[in-house]
């Protein structure tokens, strides 16, 4: 990928290529090809230390790779020019905004650096959250402060928003109100969401996309309906023999839950209860399964404890 | 950028406001204790001390409260240029210190000026834009510190120290701090980047991050080595609890220079006597111990106040009439006195060189030639006179004049049978009862040639014999340092010279050079790490030092002996340094350039160099990175069973 400050229209609001970053011998990031096509929400999923704040925090170009490239709306994240960065809009997860600003002088200080503000936006997300203009950031409670925080990003029209987990640690009403705002965004503006979270619920109500990040690597991609549709869950009293782990086609996960086994598994059909039973499995009956647990299923795969399952 | 500037202003105001007050409040008792323009040398650097530390913490807080990442993120992910984001910050900054430190300087300035009757000359005024010049200094300070995640960029402190010591004069003050400002601006703007803590990315700044740290270490280092060889020595000698009972005096040989230092006056004396062969030498030893010695003290002035120096003014130019209760001070704009009642702080009027007071007997003060300083309320010394003032007849008398070309190091010094003064390359013996009686020009009694330059003799010792004085010269203070010899000469003045030129009847009765006491190495210890440093200190010293008495010149630099072993030492340390660079650049996967710069670098500034590289050049992380990967993928293939892909 050749480098380029020069912003031009691409297919792709994020492109990474090769993109490796380490701290010291640790891996953050492994060779990650990622390509966010424009438009939608593009959910991020991953556990603790997957790389996800790494590679929000490379793409910004507030941190350097330590191999490969990236690109965002088309430039060089290393060398991303102010324009650019006027048409990324960011919210982080602590929402942290300068305590001592009050929300007015903060909208003023957007509003004139951004040729796209819309006062409306702004004035409309922050009569979810009930924050008045004279009051300090200080003095705000983590749910407003995250209402301001949407609010502004919001207000610039970005044509990417970034989003790390900007839930987190906020009640149902205010949850309901970042929610509310984002469809309301994604609806009017053409604007591409990046949106991490742990929250599957939120995921599976706003994605359109769904990229899950293990250990640095993309190891997923797809929408979240189709992960949901791959994935099923089946119970079992038991097998009649030990079974090899790797015996199970597709595992993800495996567990006891009230004296039956429960197996969730990626790619089977109906035929499936007839292999478990094959391998000496009894009481064989699917389950259905949630978007929350086949992700956490997903996630957890490599986790999956026990090398021989009980009988 | 103007909201982003405004939104500091805010953050601070309360504090900045709440800081002028108090400042405001503290120079207005000052003022009223004492004159504000008026305190001495280290008062003076206390209180510029004070500002530079305030800018520092206040870059050190300011930028530190951005580090947390995601404020870092609010204030640089916004559509305004890196540079218009940190010119806000600093102009921020620099409101805020006009208002803290500038604008109350200023009003306290004009205050004494207009109301309080005191003289406030022009040279006072710039004090203000120097404080705030300092104060933005280190606050640039502050900001690379807390920008980057480098501590030892600490030593860039180094920079501003050396150059701020400079006694400059007038507008030329702001030429060095200009300097100072630029450079550690640039560093803070270099180390300000969208990568918070990233490593300087231009040569240009590594080079100027660089010099100032290498130069600290050479001082760190020569410290060390110090310190490591007296635990040594003290050690070695009277075991590990031998710190609180080891004795320095009683541990340098006999004859050598550190051993002649550590002597009281009579010892050192007779120690130069006994070190000549000739019989008056032996026959001077008997008298010696019923004589009286004494060593001429200093302070050594080196430096003269100098017309519209603004600091650091070592001496004092201000007399005390305690009788008619007016305190005068001395004005460089008119070179007059300007006399204030000690209780009314009311002006009482103007003396002059003569003595004369503004409208006494009809008479305009004569203006002063050259900046004097006040020596025992009673002497004005200029570099080249000394006159002695009569406070009660309004009279000031020349007692003294030194030939062209020569410039006082100590002016009269009186010790019992004996006034003494001293150029910069005569000592000159006056009958006290000249001093007391007389009112005219004093002729001195007896001179002699200093046998090197001042700066380089490190004690006078004088004793009054039967028919004659003994001189004896310890000479050798530099020569720690690498420069000018040691060697203690003594001289025999015949009483009743009066008037004769420089040496004349001086009889040199004994004479020998004095051994090093420190081996070669331990002298030459900061050319051995690094030459280049070392002269350009050496170099800097000599054009802008503040000590005219203990800098080198560019002839002593020339003509310093090094011996030849020092020489191939230096070259191999060089070479060392240079090999640990290349290994170092090697370890962490430096390529190219980088390799070059900081191999060429270590050859260069020495050791220094190389602990610098230690500590500043980051790992390439994209060769390291290959270098995990590779060996996290071998441990995969080779030890883990081998996964199916997961991809959907």
Same mark, same amino acid.
């Given at each position: ?311 | ?43 003076? $650097? ?17 930028? $530190? ?81 807390? /920008? ?98 080891? /004795? ?219 028919? $004659? ?16 010899? /040691? ?162």
């Amino acid at each position: 990928m050749s480098k380029t400050i020069r912003s031009e229209y691409t297919e792709h609001a994020i492109e990474t290529e090769a993109l490796t970053k380490c701290y010291g011998r640790k891996l953050a990031l492994r060779n990650l090809g990622l390509r966010v096509t424009r438009g939608g929400v593009h959910a991020l999923v991953g556990s603790n230390g997957a790389g996800k704040s790494t590679l929000f925090r490379i793409l910004l170009g507030m941190l350097g790779p330590s191999h490969g490239h990236s690109r965002v709306l088309g430039v060089d994240s290393t060398e991303l020019d102010p324009d650019t960065r006027g048409r990324i809009g960011l919210v982080t997860e602590e929402h942290t905004l300068p305590g001592w600003m009050s929300v007015r002088s903060l909208m003023a200080l957007q509003r004139d650096m951004y040729r796209r503000w819309c006062r409306g936006t702004f004035d409309e997300v922050l009569g979810h959250f009930n924050v008045l203009p004279e009051q300090k950031v200080k003095q705000l409670s983590r749910g407003e402060r995250a209402g301001v925080s949407l609010a502004l990003a919001l207000a610039q029209r970005p044509e990417l928003l970034i989003l790390d987990e900007p839930t987190l640690g906020l009640d149902v009403v205010a949850k309901q109100a970042v929610l509310e705002s984002l469809l309301f965004a994604g609806e009017r503006d053409d604007c591409t969401i990046v949106y991490c979270s742990h929250q599957m619920d939120e995921i599976e109500r706003l994605a359109d996309h769904l990229m899950i990040l293990e250990a640095g690597e993309l190891v997923c991609r797809s929408s979240p309906e189709e992960l949901w549709r791959r994935v099923s869950c089946w119970t079992l009293a038991g097998f009649a023999e030990a079974v090899a782990f790797n015996a199970i086609p597709g595992l993800l996960s495996w567990r006891t839950v009230d004296d039956r086994e429960e197996v969730v598994v990626l790619d089977q059909d109906d035929s499936f209860g007839q292999c478990l039973r094959g391998l000496g499995a009894a009481d064989v009956h699917r389950r259905p399964i949630g978007f929350d647990r086949a992700v956490n299923a997903y996630l957890s795969r490599n986790h999956t404890s026990p090398s021989q399952p009980r009988n | 950028m103007k909201h982003l500037m405004a939104g500091e202003l805010v953050r601070f105001r309360n504090l900045a406001l709440a800081f002028a007050l108090v400042h405001l409040i503290v120079l207005r008792i000052s003022v009223s204790i004492y004159p504000l323009f008026e305190q001495d040398a280290a008062k003076t $650097s206390l209180g510029i001390l004070s500002y530079a530390l305030l800018g520092l913490l206040f870059g050190l807080y300011q930028m $530190s409260t951005y580090r947390r990442p995601n404020l870092w993120a609010w204030l640089i992910h916004r559509p305004l240029p890196m540079a218009k984001i940190f010119l806000a910050l600093s102009m921020a900054a620099a409101l805020l210190a006009l208002a803290v430190v500038v604008l109350p300087i200023f009003l306290m300035t004009v205050y004494t000026d207009l109301l309080s009757g005191q003289w406030v000359d022009g040279r006072h005024y710039l004090m203000a834009p120097f404080l705030f010049g300092l104060v933005m200094a280190f606050y640039s300070l502050g900001c690379f510190i807390a /920008a980057g995640t480098n501590r030892l960029a600490v030593l860039v402190g180094a920079l501003p120290i050396f150059f701020l010591t400079r006694a400059a004069v007038g507008q030329w003050i702001f030429v060095p701090l200009l300097v100072v400002l630029l450079w550690l601006g640039y560093l803070a703007f270099a180390a300000f980047g969208a990568e918070l803590g990233g490593p300087l990315r231009s040569r240009w700044a590594r080079l100027a991050a660089v010099l100032p740290i290498g130069y600290a270490l050479l001082f760190v280092l020569s410290f060390g080595i110090v310190l490591v060889r007296s635990t040594y020595i003290i050690v070695k000698e009277h075991g590990p609890l031998g710190f609180s009972t080891f /004795a320095w005096n009683d541990y340098w040989e006999a004859g050598t220079l550190p051993h002649v230092e550590y002597l009281g006056a009579d010892e050192a004396l007779a120690h130069g006597l006994r070190l000549g062969d000739s019989e008056r030498s032996q026959a001077l030893l008997p008298q010696l111990a019923l004589s009286d010695v004494f060593e001429l003290p200093g302070p050594r002035f080196s430096r003269f106040p100098r017309r519209h120096q603004p600091f650091f003014v070592d001496q004092r130019h201000e007399l005390i009439d305690l009788e008619k209760e007016i305190r005068w001070t001395f004005s460089h704009d008119q070179m007059l006195f300007y006399g204030n009642g000690m209780r009314s702080g009311k002006p009482v009027g103007r003396m002059g060189l003569d003595g004369t007071v503004e409208g006494v007997g009809g008479k305009a003060p004569r203006p002063f030639h050259d900046v004097p300083f006040v020596v025992a309320n009673r002497f004005l010394v200029s570099p080249r006179q000394i006159r002695e003032l009569d406070l009660d007849r309004t009279t000031s008398d020349l007692r003294f004049e030194l030939p062209k070309d020569e410039v006082f190091t100590t002016p009269f010094v009186e010790h019992r049978s004996l006034v003494v003064a001293k150029s910069q390359t005569t000592l000159y013996l006056f009958d006290p009862r000249d001093l007391e009686l007389g009112t005219g020009l004093m002729q001195p009694q007896m001179t002699v040639a200093l046998p090197d330059v001042a700066r380089n003799i490190s004690r006078i010792l004088i004793a009054e014999m039967v028919d $004659s004085y003994l001189v004896s010269f310890v000479v050798g203070s530099q020569s720690s340092r690498g420069y000018h010899g /040691a060697f203690q000469r003594t001289v025999e003045l015949p009483i009743g010279g009066s008037g004769e030129p420089a040496d004349a009847g001086a009889q040199v009765v004994a004479e020998a050079p004095l051994a090093q006491g420190f081996p070669a190495w331990y002298r030459h210890r900061k050319f051995l790490l690094s030459p280049v440093l070392q002269h350009l200190h050496d170099l800097v010293w000599t054009a802008i030092g503040p000590h005219r008495d203990t800098r080198v010149t560019w002839n002593d630099i020339v003509a310093k002996p090094v011996p030849a072993a020092i020489f191939v030492g230096t070259l191999l340390i060089a070479l060392l340094s240079a090999f640990g660079a290349a290994w170092l650049a090697h370890r962490r996967h430096l390529e190219g350039r980088d390799r070059r710069f900081w191999i060429l670098l270590a050859l260069f500034l020495g050791v220094p160099g190389l602990v610098a590289f230690a500590f500043l050049a980051r790992r390439n992380e994209r060769q390291e990175a290959a270098q995990v990967e590779s060996s996290s993928r071998a441990m995969t293939l080779g030890l883990l069973p081998q996964q199916e892909s997961w991809t959907l």
